[in-house]
T-cell receptor, first 112, second 111 residues
Framework: GAVVSQHPSRVICKSGTSVKIECRSL??????MFWYRQFPKQSLMLMAT?????????EQGVEKDKFLINHASLTLSTLTVTSAHPEDSSFYIC????????FGQGTRLTVV | RKEVEQDPGPFNVPEGATVAFNCTYS??????FFWYRQDCRKEPKLLMS???SGNEDGRFTAQLNRASQYISLLIRDSKLSDSATYLC????????????FGAGTRLTVKP
């Protein structure tokens, strides 16, 4: 079946630094990938839609200058959390679709 | 109103019990429906798609009622390993056809 690989799986960073998360579709091409965020005991919330070769589409309330998305190839999308703060600590998950949604393993970000 | 709403749960059931989860969606034009399972601190994984005629996979049965915009998941003969959060997922029928998630229903199966 389709596989989506995401890394790192866990990262701890200092407040004010930037963190890059990668999402790769390993055995299929994905012109569109999705980035979600999940706070403890809450549902996944769509942050943005990553479009290969064009600008990402951000959901309302998500700062595009803070969460930079780059989708330079058909198999790779990256999410960079810039100037991270403790309130950005969360579980970030990407997904890509090959008739169904397949998810990366998620990245647990802790900002200290 | 949320696009996808689920039973809040949590559901705590004994092994062997039958348990049902319900989900409603707001966009009548939605086309694709799924149940995902999410274990604690892990990514969601597809449990099963939901088809108009209803479908079954072992102990799991999914139903779709388009008129009522309602989806259900029935788990028979619950196992301890069924303990997880079950997410109702509906495609949002916009240009990108992205998925929208319900808040999830937590199930705990006890010995």
């Amino acid at each position: 079946g389709a596989v989506v690989s995401q890394h790192p799986s866990r990262v701890i960073c200092k407040s004010g630094t930037s963190v890059k998360i990668e999402c790769r579709s390993l055995d299929f091409q994905a012109t569109t990938m999705f980035w979600y965020r999940q706070f403890p005991k809450q549902s996944l919330m769509l942050m943005a839609t990553s479009n290969e070769g064009s600008k990402a589409t951000y959901e309302q309330g998500v700062e595009k200058d803070k969460f930079l998305i780059n989708h330079a190839s058909l198999t790779l999308s990256t999410l960079t959390v810039t100037s991270a703060h403790p309130e950005d600590s969360s579980f970030y998950i990407c997904s890509a679709e090959d008739r169904k949604a397949f998810f990366g393993q998620g990245t647990r970000l802790t900002v200290v | 109103r949320k696009e996808v709403e689920q039973d809040p749960g949590p559901f705590n059931v004994p092994e062997g019990a039958t348990v049902a989860f319900n989900c409603t969606y707001s966009n009548s034009a939605s086309q694709s429906f799924f149940w995902y399972r999410q274990d604690c601190r892990k990514e969601p994984k597809l449990l099963m798609s939901v088809y108009s005629s209803g479908n079954e996979d072992g102990r799991f049965t999914a139903q779709l009622n388009r008129a009522s915009q309602y989806i259900s998941l029935l788990i028979r003969d619950s196992k301890l390993s069924d303990s997880a959060t079950y997410l109702c997922v509906v495609n949002s029928v916009n240009n990108n056809n992205d998925m929208r998630f319900g808040a999830g229903t937590r199930l705990t199966v006890k010995p």
